[in-house]
């Protein structure tokens, strides 16, 4: 890269007539080869007309030697605006004056004169700097009209001073070849001129162009349909970057790269490129992002406004050589772990050090022209790498294919025991479930009969203690009659008429006490028949204040004659406004009885711990309200403990000890109450007391 930007050279000539002549022949001997000029061209600083002439004695302008015309070397000879006039004294065999030709390189404007002749004008040289035109061929020829005499070769010259790097004061060239066609023959020429090879580089560089562009594509397409695998996206972005840095040389080649832009974006370009590379070998290998890689990355970042200072070619060749080096040193560490990886990078980039070697050393020079090749080895490997990747991972796919295969029948075999083990497992299973199911039926069925047993005991209870009473006094009175009418006989064998109209009166209140007392005990008997019988289902209007009042005192008789020893007070608040509600009596009242009851057993626990001043409590109100009536059953237990309220309503939950309860009780009741298209609610504090009301539509 860095040749192709080098001063053209002034070839020394091979037979000179004498230092003091300073005169190159041309000769015969040099047919199709490029003709070296003699040494010792004159320059001199300044513009004067005359200095074209031939006639013009330079003797006293100072004399270049070597083989280079590179002006920054003539510094402060050739400053920014200024001009310089070279000479040097020629002669042609006659045999090569209608084959030589003029190949020429230069960054600046220049006039060519032969014997104080302009024989060409490239770019306008011009004392005034607005004048000035700038043009920079490649390897451009001219013709040359030499003659079999001695002649004068003039140039004059002026530098196009880029603006950068600072450090120089002119990036200025020219350069002069001289050529034959080869016995007349172009094609001759074409063949065998060094611009064939700068042609040759630059075609290489086209086919690099055109490579990389399809590895952007490549990479891009892999990354666009596996996003997943962003390897390929990095991929992708150093394709795009190598392409940006090809396009700029590209374009740097055609202008000789006299811009400094150019120069600049395709070194910036280039070392984004490698450093990203860097880092996807890096990510290949699964490398920690140590001090060498960060210290690499601050050397490309750094170099990037060095690029004011120095040349391109210094800045992106030492990122490009430590990228190299580092891609080397990492592929030798991985290869133990991914052997065949590292073999891929570590080929390519050693092939990639033998072309730089040798175009630092020029050791076989006609590898050079395949330089631009060695910018793809990296990226080609990647690409390469791709390949292998993608094909490992296909294989080893392959492989868990026909192991998941193999577990796959081995697994069918294995379920299709398991599935005749299992289905005989759910049919003895399901014939145990269903059993089981029956057997819980039952259960069920014997739990509501004796939850209905248990409430009928109750209410029979409380009925033969409620019936008790007018029994009593019906006994009572009919032994008071009996006695009176003995008394009422002997006072009449007395003939005492007065005391015989008392005992008759006496006699006859008690008569009607018992009578009295027998139809309550009848109206006892009636009313708490049809309530006990079992419920046809249908409703019929009901005195709900009757209803209640006759099921408190029977939950109440019920305990009593239970337990002797129970004691608690009850009341009954009711709201004479209520009208007669369409109701299964029945239904409530069995409601109503277990509500009672459970209330009457929550004040009896609380009596029994003894709670100082306690009194315990049972209320039952009614209260009409708006569309419905509310029945309430208030006691001033312990309440119902709060992570256990959802439960209530469950059938088989009871806050009773085992045995003192179904838990079929509120179960029934919600359901009784809700088939009447009521609600059944409860309010609760613990240590307080629980309401539970009835809520029934009108």
């Known amino acids: 890269m860095n040749k192709i930007f080098l001063p053209l050279l002034f070839f020394l000539g091979l037979d000179a007539y004498g230092q003091s002549l300073d005169v190159a022949t041309l ?71 209608d084959a030589l030709v003029l190949n020429i390189y230069q960054t600046g404007a220049s006039e060519i004169y032969l014997d104080g002749k302009l024989i060409h004008k490239l770019g306008e040289v011009s004392s005034n700097p607005d004048e000035v035109v700038f043009y920079n061929p490649n390897g451009e020829l001219l013709a040359l009209p030499l003659q079999t005499k001695e002649q004068v070769l003039a140039i004059r010259f002026m530098n196009d001073f880029g603006p950068f790097p600072i450090y120089k004061n002119s990036r200025g060239y020219i350069g002069l070849l001289v050529t034959t ?56 972005l ?116 033998l072309f730089w070697v040798n175009y630092l050393t020029n050791l076989f020079p006609y590898f050079n022209e ?33 192991e998941i295969e193999q577990l796959s029948n081995e697994k069918q075999a294995i379920l299709f025991l398991q599935n005749e083990t299992l289905e005989k497992q759910v049919k003895e299973r399901t014939f145990e479930l269903n059993q089981s199911f029956e057997n819980l039926k039952s259960t069920q069925v014997q739990l509501i009969q004796s939850e209905k047993m248990a409430s009928l005991g109750e209410l029979t209870a409380g009925i033969a203690h409620e019936i008790q009473n007018p029994l009593n006094f019906v006994n009572n009175f009919s032994e008071v009659s009996n006695e009176l009418m003995g008394e009422l006989v002997d006072e009449v064998d007395k003939g005492n008429t007065g005391e015989v109209k008392i005992i008759a ?8 006490k018992i009578l009295h007392h027998g139809k309550r005990a009848d109206s006892i008997v009636k009313g708490m028949l049809q309530h006990s019988r079992s419920s046809s289902g249908q409703k019929e209007p009901t005195d709900v204040n009757a209803l209640c009042d006759e099921y408190l005192r029977l939950a109440y008789h019920g305990l009593k004659a239970k337990d002797p020893s129970f004691n608690a007070s009850f009341h009954f608040e009711p709201d004479e406004t209520l009208p007669k509600m369409n109701v299964v009596p029945q239904d409530i009242g069995r ?15 609380k009596k029994g711990q003894q709670t ?70 409860v309010e609760t504090k613990e240590g307080k007391g629980t309401v539970f009301m009835i809520v029934l539509p009108i």
């Open 505 to 512: 009166k006496d006699v006859q209140q008690n008569l009607e």
């Open 27 to 97: 000769d015969t001997s040099l047919n199709r080869q490029w003709i070296r000029l003699a040494n010792n061209w004159r320059f001199q600083k300044g513009d004067n007309a005359a200095w074209a002439e031939p006639g013009f004695d330079d003797a006293s302008w100072p004399l270049m030697t070597g083989n280079n015309l590179n002006l920054p070397d003539l510094n402060p000879l050739t400053k920014k605006g200024e001009i310089a006039w070279f000479r040097k004294r020629v002669k042609a065999d006659n045999n090569l004056l």
């Open 370 to 402: 395949f330089l631009p090749f060695a910018f793809m080895l990296v990226p080609i490997s990647l690409a390469i790498y791709l390949g292998y990747s993608f094909g490992a991972q296909s294989q080893e796919l392959r492989v868990k294919l026909s």
């Open 181 to 236: 066609l080869g016995n007349g023959s172009s094609n001759d020429y074409k063949r065998n001129a060094p611009i064939l090879r700068q042609q040759k580089i630059i075609s290489r560089y086209y086919i690099t162009f055109g490579v990389s562009i399809f590895l952007l594509i490549l990479f891009t397409s892999f990354f666009w349909f596996f996003p997943n695998e962003k390897i390929n996206g990095y991929f992708a």
């Open 238 to 353: 150093s394709s795009f970057f190598l392409s940006l840095f090809i396009g700029f040389v590209l374009i740097s080649l055609h202008t000789f790269g006299k811009t400094f832009w150019i120069d600049f974006f395709w070194s910036l370009f280039s070392n984004i490129h490698i450093l990203i590379v860097l880092y996807c070998v890096y990510k290949i290998f699964n490398r920690p992002f140590g001090i060498v890689y960060k210290a690499i990355w601050l050397v490309g970042f750094i170099g990037i406004p060095l690029l004011f200072v120095f040349d391109a070619d210094i800045i992106a060749t030492v990122c490009g050589v430590l990228v190299l080096f580092e891609i080397i040193r990492i592929n030798l560490i991985s290869i133990k772990v991914n052997g065949t990886g590292a073999f891929i990078f570590l080929t390519y980039a050693g092939i990639n050090v």
């Open 591 to 605: 409601v109503l009885l277990n509500l009672i009851n459970n209330a009457f057993y929550a004040v009896n626990e």
């Open 612 to 681: 100082d001043g306690y009194e315990p409590t049972v209320t039952v109100s009614t209260k009409k309200a708006e569309s419905t009536i509310q029945i309430l059953v208030k006691d001033n237990g312990n309440g119902i403990p709060q992570k256990v309220l959802y439960k209530i309503f469950q059938p088989f939950f009871t806050t009773k000890p085992t045995g003192q309860g179904t838990g079929l009780g509120l179960s029934l009741s919600y359901d009784i109450v809700k088939g009447q298209g009521g609600e059944l609610k």
